[in-house]
């Protein structure tokens, strides 16, 4: 695995699930991990979930932190104004890196046109139909368009 590897972190959640998926900077899904969501009762944990989770894909990749460049979080547009900061706060206590959150539904769409993009990449064994990972990719693609170097 090569250290210049860029990864990018997309997290989807819902009240209904939370998705952690690794993607490289072409759209390769490296790794994905689910469990039950953690909004709105169980916030104060969901640092220390997301934490666990990629620390548990790192492993079955074999990808170093140093690989890491952003997580992209997507949430439910309203909590986003009383969660944003308090989630920011307990990724980056934990995480070195960018951390940038996002309404799902945005993301939903800028994932849908990246997995377009990439659809032949993607492991021929996930069944898309049952797996949703419009949000994760979004939230990716907002890690990437967010630690990208600007022009001017």
Do not use: H
Not at 82 to 110: F, N, P, W
Request: aromatic fraction near 4%.
């Amino acid at each position: 695995m090569s250290l210049s590897m860029r990864i990018f972190v997309g997290v989807d959640c819902d009240e209904k699930r939370l998705a952690v998926g690794l993607v490289g900077s072409q759209g390769v899904l490296r790794g994905l991990s689910t469990t039950g969501s953690l909004l709105p009762d169980r916030l104060d944990t969901l640092g220390s979930c997301l934490n666990g989770m990629i620390r548990g894909l790192r492993g079955e990749t074999n990808l170093r932190m140093k690989n890491f460049c952003g997580i992209g979080i997507g949430i439910p547009g309203r909590y986003l104004p009383e969660l944003r900061d308090e989630i920011e706060k307990q990724v980056r206590q934990l995480l070195d890196i960018g951390v940038y959150i996002e309404d799902r539904d945005t993301l939903a769409a800028k994932g849908t046109l990246w997995l377009k993009d990439v659809a032949d990449m993607l492991d021929p064994r996930l069944d898309l139909r049952k797996l949703d990972l419009r949000v994760v990719y979004g939230a990716a693609k907002l890690a990437v368009d967010s630690t990208r170097p600007k022009n001017g």
